[in-house]
């Protein structure tokens, strides 16, 4: 018999003042194109719109 195994997902989510939101733990990040990441560790995503490497921070807020 096979379990029913439920995904939790668990995260921290810290504004940075003047940048990124820095998403640390274990969650799903689904993008416009629907495409899914599952994810354990850290991401930075960006909240100005000057990336170029959305959603993803590159530091561009800070030029």
Same mark, same amino acid.
């Given at each position: 018999?096979?379990?029913? $195994?439920?995904?939790?997902?668990?995260?921290?989510? %810290? /504004?940075?003042?003047?940048?990124?939101? =820095?998403?640390?733990?274990?969650?799903?990040?689904?993008?416009? $194109?629907?495409?899914?990441?599952?994810?354990?560790? %850290? /991401?930075?995503?960006?909240?100005?719109? =000057?990336?170029?490497?959305?959603?993803?921070?590159?530091?561009?807020?800070?030029?």
């Amino acid at each position: 018999m096979e379990e029913n $195994k439920e995904h939790k997902s668990q995260a921290i989510i %810290e /504004v940075i003042d003047f940048g990124p939101l =820095k998403i640390m733990g274990n969650f799903i990040l689904k993008d416009l $194109k629907r495409d899914t990441k599952d994810s354990q560790g %850290e /991401v930075w995503l960006c909240r100005c719109g =000057k990336s170029g490497n959305k959603p993803y921070c590159d530091g561009s807020h800070k030029r």
